[in-house]
Structure formats: C-alpha cells, structure tokens
C-alpha cells in the first residue's frame, strides 16, 4: 500500500496486481484502522507525507512503513549513510516498530522513515527495502547499517546489491559481558585491549595482529563465542570498512544514541507511539535549528595560524569543525619523511615524534593535491586524517583542496540543490510526479522560512512573488492539454489486470470509518466522505469510448494508495484504496 500520490502508478518497481480483501479483517485490530485513518489525515494536510502497508496471506496488515516530508528532504542530503535499527522489534516492544536514521551535517541524528514490522521474515524486508527507496525516489544509499539477522542480510544483498553494508557492532558484541564475565573478573586489562584491537586499529593487519595475539595472552582460543564472532568479522568489525564512507566520527552504531531515545520504551502503546513519535520528530528537528544557528552567529576559537583552519572554520558546522581542528592541532607532534615517489606523486612515512614503531603510509599526487593514507580516515568519515593534513604542512599545501570539503558537512550543506532535483527531469513527466517534485522543494523552503521572523516574512514575500509568475504562465498554456498516459491499465506480462473491476479496499464514502485520535477512543466515526482530502491539479486523458472531441478531466480529491500481498502470485498482489474521482466531459477548443 503505497501512500504517494501517484495517480495509478505502478509501486514497487512496477510490478501490479489485484486481489479482494475482505472487509473488516484488517490487522493491528482496532488500532490498525485508526492508524490508517491518522495516515490519511496527515497525507491531506501534508502532501510529502508517504505511507505504505504489507498484508499477510489472511489480508491483514502484516508491516507498515511512513516517512514524513522533513525526513524526504532530509534523506536527499543526508542519506548516504542509514542505519535500520531493529533492536525495538527483537526486544518484544509492545510497539515493534524500527527506524532508518543516519546523521545529518551536525553529527545529531536524524530519521528517514519508520516501519513497524510484526513479520520479521526475508520477504518482509525485502518488501521494507524496495517500499523505502521508492519513498526516497529510489536513491540508494552509500553505506547501510543493520544487525545481524540473516533475513535482513539476505535482504539487503537483494535489495541493494551495491550499498557498503555493515552489520552493527554492538549488536554482535552485545552478549560479551555474559561470555566473557570471568575472561573480564580474571584479568583487568582484558576489555580494554579486546576494545582497542576492535575500535582502535586502521589497518586490517593490525587488527588480525592484535587479535592473535590478545587469544594467545589470555589462553581463548577455545572460547566459542570470541570464535564465532571472528568468523564474522568482515561483517561487523569497523577495520574491514574504512574504505567506505560511513560518517564515523559520529555514527555510533549503538541504541544508546538512538533518535528515540527517551521518547519510547517497551510498554509503550500505538496510540501513545504515534505521540511520541512526533515529540522525538520536534525535538530533533528544533535540535537541528538550534545548531545551525550556532554555527552561523558563533565563530569558533582557532588555536593555530594556520590559513587552512581559517578557512575551514568558515565551511564547517561547529561539531565537524571541532573535529577538523582535532586532527590539525596533532599534526605539530607528527613528522613525515619522504621515502619514495617521483615527480608526480611522493611517498610519506608519517609518524609520531614518540611513537615511531606506528606508521603511516601518505601517497601525495602532487600536480591535483590528492592524498591517500593508510590509515581510510578520510574514506571513512570524510574528515580528513592528521597523517595527510602532515604532509600538507610539509609540503606547503595551506589551504584545503575542494575536494576534501565534503558539502554534507558544511554550514551550507541543507542549501545545496543537486542537479537532479533542479526539476528538468520531472518536466515531462505526469502531472502527479512535477507536483509530487514541487511539493518536495516547498517543504524544504517552507522549513527554511520557519527559523525566524525575519526568514518566514521573506519567504511569504517570495511566495507571493512566485503566485504571480506561475499564475501568468498558466494563462499562456491554459488551452493546451499535457499528455499523459491513460488511466485505469498497467501492463504486466501483457495482460491488463489494473482496471474499472479492481476491488476497493475502503468501503463506499456513505459508509463509515473512525478517525485516528491520539487521546480519545472513542471518538465518534465521521464519513469518509466528509475527510478534508487534499484536490489534485487536473489531469486531462483521452477517455476510452468516448468521441473525438471529447477530453476526460478527472479531479482527484484523494491520494492514490497500493496495498500489496506478501506471498501471493503477481496477479493477486495489489489493490487500489480510496480513490475518488469526479470526472468532467469538456469539449476539445
């Protein structure tokens, strides 16, 4: 069940079905009809708000998944790196609902969406991975964190074969207090080796050096659990990742840093889920603001002369900054030698003056500025490594090359307008994805323009400006009728299966059906047909059967949904929800 309006559009992938669903056996029981009814009612006031719904063989809502307009935004600039966190679902929540977060340009975390899954199977969240990018345009991500669990391994691997992915950590580590009590009673500097080898090594070398020998020091290596985990170790231990960007100096891969954290627990209801969710949504959202504007009226303090911590200090936030600065300031107890190399690229031993029996290779490519050092911090984190920002000073590079400032990390990193989203792509495209783009780009101004007095008083002015430019353009092309497919068949494997027949899954507007209220009950039911629905533009089709100087206008007054099946055949899988169409015969100029 897709929630974004896409006027009959295929979901998932494209592929489209039919099936009849019985009335009254919706899952999540009582519940489960007034979150659909909360969905719905957040779509029409808020047209970016997605929403879609899995069944199980008995029809019954089976896995639910929702991102709202703020975290579509946000996953445009800041997911290239998500975490699925299902520590709710395994730890029996009364809720079992399971977040995609990452970090934004802060380093604070921020959500992308939100599923509740009652089915943890492979097909679950192969349904969950392909509903997420289709609610994100089906931008895949970078790097992806998730635990351990062989459904969502094998989901991951199918849904999104070219995402670096990472199982957490802290997932597989979680048992090792109890596996490990009497290693830990037995010998005090157990835990903090075993932490170094796993948190503290750059080089996969290292890690497999120190581990060998923290299993010979303290006689484990018949302990199955240690074994078992370095079995896995390609999947979780951070050494094997550095070469991937996975915002590291900020994504703790643990639920102590969860987004929700303090917002939920594990008796909380639906009804108070749903509250709190939003609470957590403000709380970070006004977090966020409350950072930008740090950043933007409070300089931080330099501590070097350095040009290039000036520079940078004007490019990014706070928190990043900090952490730049971190990795500057240790560059005056580091040298680097130069040990091979020609005119074109030098070779760097880099070293503390201290600790010379721990070194770093840095391959400088003189003629573009571009490094590479042994140690992947910048791969890793996109910050660069005090070992490079070493042979930088060596070499009398004082600036930072552009192409180390990563846009994600900036002040300016929510202004940034890739090409894709410059809206040339949607200009031939149906009436539902231009107004789906605008209503994208809207919603992010519109979060831009609520900061201040000043900003939301510009942006108003702005609007009225623009009122005017679109009202005149459309009276230039108001007799002119776009093109665009026909409504009412979607072809799969040639057969037509999406038709007038289709079953709604609603029933008729003079029946009724229970608004979703967060505090009451039992409030009392209202007609469908009396829900404040968002009104479509327009859309102008040739219409089957009628004549040639006929043109059939349909107005939608709601959203279009699709509600798939899990295990059915394709020609079983989807129905059309609630749509409503007022449809107008108007003759051809």
């Not at 995609?100 to 969406?113: A, D, Q, Y």
């Not at 500097?189 to 303290?218: G, H, M, P, V």
């Amino acid at each position: 069940m897709d929630g974004n309006p896409n006027n009959g559009e295929a979901n998932n992938h494209g592929v489209r079905s039919v099936f009849s669903v019985e009335s009254g056996r919706v899952g999540f029981g009582k519940d489960g009809q007034n979150m659909l009814e909360y969905f719905k009612k957040t779509q029409a006031e808020n047209p970016g708000f997605f929403y879609a719904i899995q069944l199980d063989d008995d029809n019954r809502m089976s896995n639910v998944f929702w991102a709202d307009a703020r975290s579509r935004v946000a996953y445009t600039r800041f997911g290239d790196v998500i975490t699925l966190e299902t520590s709710y679902v395994v730890k029996r929540y009364r809720v079992p609902f399971a977040p995609f977060t990452g970090v934004n340009h802060h380093g604070e975390p921020i959500l992308f969406g939100c599923a509740l899954l009652f089915d943890d199977s492979e097909s679950s969240f192969v349904w969950l991975l392909r509903t997420f990018l289709t609610a994100m345009c089906d931008r895949s991500p970078v790097s992806f964190v998730t635990d351990q669990s062989r459904a969502i391994l094998a989901a991951v691997s199918q849904v999104l074969p070219k995402a670096r992915h990472c199982v957490n950590k802290w997932h597989v580590l979680s048992d090792g207090r109890d596996k490990l009590t009497r290693v830990c009673l037995a010998y005090p500097t157990f835990q903090a080796e075993l932490y170094d080898c796993i948190n503290l090594t750059d080089t996969i070398e290292e890690f497999e050096s120190s581990w060998a020998s923290i299993i010979r020091k303290y006689d484990l290596s018949k302990n199955g659990w240690l074994q078992s985990i370095y079995d896995t170790r390609r999947q979780w231990a951070p050494v094997y990742f550095r070469d991937s960007f996975f915002a590291a100096c900020f994504l703790n891969q643990g639920v102590e840093c969860s987004f929700f954290e303090g917002h939920v627990n594990q008796q909380t209801t639906l009804p108070t889920f749903f509250r709190q969710y939003q609470r957590a949504m403000d709380y970070w959202f006004e977090k966020e603001i409350e950072a930008d504007f740090e950043t933007v009226t409070n300089r931080p303090d330099l501590k070097t002369p350095s040009p290039m911590e000036k520079q940078v200090a004007e490019l990014y936030t706070r928190k990043i900054f900090a952490k730049f600065q971190e990795e500057l300031v240790e560059t005056f107890v580091y040298t680097a030698n130069r040990i091979g190399g020609d005119d074109d690229t030098c070779t760097y031993r880099v070293a503390k003056f201290d600790d010379d029996h721990k070194e770093y290779t840095v391959a400088l490519n003189v003629s573009d500025l571009r490094a590479s050092c042994s140690c992947l911090m910048f791969e890793y984190s996109g910050i660069l490594c005090r070992h490079i920002l070493t042979v930088f000073t060596v070499t009398n590079v004082l600036t930072l090359p552009s192409h180390y400032i990563l846009s994600r990390w900036t002040v300016n990193a929510k202004s940034v307008v890739e090409s894709n989203e410059l809206g040339v792509n949607h200009a031939h495209e149906s009436i539902s994805s231009r107004y789906n783009a605008l209503c994208r780009k809207a919603i992010r101004y519109a979060q831009e323009g609520a900061i201040t007095s000043e900003t939301y008083y510009t942006a108003v002015t702005a609007l009225r400006e623009v009122g005017k430019k679109v009202d005149f353009a459309k009276k230039n092309v108001a007799n002119i009728a776009p093109q665009t497919p026909r409504v009412g068949t979607v072809d799969y494997d040639n057969k037509k299966i999406f038709g007038p027949d289709t079953p709604l899954l609603w029933p008729p507007q003079d029946e009724v059906a229970r608004r979703f209220n967060l505090n009451d009950s039992t409030v009392l039911p209202r007609p469908v047909g009396d829900m404040n629905l968002v009104h479509m533009a327009p859309r102008s089709i040739c219409g089957d059967g009628s004549s040639d100087n006929m043109v059939l206008l349909p107005c939608l007054k709601s959203m279009t949904w699709v509600m798939e099946i899990k295990n059915a055949m394709p020609t079983n899988k989807v129905a059309l929800i609630n749509l409503k169409v007022c449809i107008f015969w108007v003759a051809k100029a």
